[in-house]
């Protein structure tokens, strides 16, 4: 079973990548939420110009490095639609530009996922003018990184080499190359602007780079390199109330990128994330203040999945992650990052304060329980519901959704066109929640949703509450 494109963007609220065309994200900043620089600010050494000769230093060297291994990507598709007056189906031509970065020299390609995707045609043109058609291998829209094939490779192509060493920090120096508005290849130059940025609304499981290089629509997939001509990220948005650049860009880290190209030459289908089965909130000044801490810090632990790896590894309710392998994390975001770029199967280490003592818990991160397989949904025969398609939610099958992995309900993944579910109003992306305040576990009670019922349905992150006419 195929879902639907709209599916991946009604699911619950969490992980929509809200790129518009020109891949700005509106950027109206709230005091209340504004974020405090997380680290970045280390000891390692590092020396500015010190006379009129030193300015005149130029970036040329590491272009020579970088440059040639950055492509341009032009990519078609065509895109359904119907008629808003006379309601008659119809087809359109669409399209995108972008950038990547070949990082295997047999023509394996990386870009975001928004580049390709719904896409049935990609081309690919080298620094130095030759094109290739591409296939996509392996595109994962949690993390907005898609894996491509160049076709018809026949020589050795130049490639990045990824620095995922997490040595980087606030201040250093960075070049941004990629393809913008489509006018070919172009470097900017700027500096790491921050470090370790979550809860940007382009992803809930991801850490970003941000940076002041200017990055601008067709940029997307390109190469954000450090002075030693490395990869340490894949540039994929913008903070921007024109479209254009305003100085606050964000890249995917390597250590992220690594993980999917892994799983693309790997034969995988899917990126397995591995999880620790922990929730929290971040520790707020008055929280920190309640809990007798010096200062905000970590998150306070409110869920844990039954005998999960957290659970078994000791943390409680009310503990307080303050860091994951040494790392400081400040929300779920950054948690999920830190230990979604493992393997599954690798030891953790979770340093937790409880009764104002520090602690280090040791888990092992595993795949998240349940099964993500979407062509096992059971079409509903009978009852409100006639002509849906649903699946009993688990966290492995909300995860793959861009969902919360602790969500419980029966989610819809399809509706028959002219079917009862239909309607009524019912979508694919609907969490069917409870039915008469008891909530939903069973496929069984979703095909006995009769008429007079009251549901609690999720969609698109709001609780909506009805009764079955």
Known sequence: MTLPDHFMRRVMKTSTIALAAALALSACGSPSNTKAQEGGFAEAPRQVPGDAAGLKASFAPVVRLAAPAVVNIAAQGVQQYRDPFWGIPGQRQTGSIGSGVIVRPTGVVVTNNHVIQNMQQIRVTLNDRREFPARVILSD???????????????????????????????????????????????????????????????????????????????????????????????????????????????????????VIDAAVGGATAVVRPWLGVKGETVSQDIASSLGLERPRGLVVTNLYPNGPAARAGVREGDVITAIDGTEVHDQGGLNFRVGSRNPGDAVQITVLRDGRSQTLNARAQRLPGDADTDKAVVIRNGALTGASVLVLNPALADSLGGDPFASGVIITGVQGRSYAAAIGFMPGDLLVSINDRPVTT?????????????????????LNTTIR
């Open 141 to 259: 829209e949690r993390s907005d990184i898609a894996v491509l094939q160049l076709e018809g490779v026949s020589e050795r192509l130049p490639v990045l080499n990824l620095d995922d060493g997490n040595d980087q920090q606030v201040g250093d120096l960075v070049l941004a190359i990629g393809n913008p508005f489509g006018v070919g290849q172009t470097v900017t130059n700027g500096i790491i602007s921050a470090l370790n940025r979550t809860e940007t609304g382009i992803s809930d499981s991801g850490s970003f780079i941000q940076t002041d290089a200017a990055i601008n629509p067709g940029n997307s997939g390109g190469a954000l390199v450090d002075m030693d001509g490395d990869l340490i990220g894949i540039n994929t948005a913008i903070f921007s109330r024109s479209g254009s650049s305003s100085g606050v860009g964000f890249a995917i880290p390597v250590s992220m990128v690594r993980q």
């Open 443 to 463: 496929a069984q009670q979703a095909e006995s949703l009769a008429r007079g019922a009251r549901v609690t349905v999720q969609r698109r992150g709001r609780l």
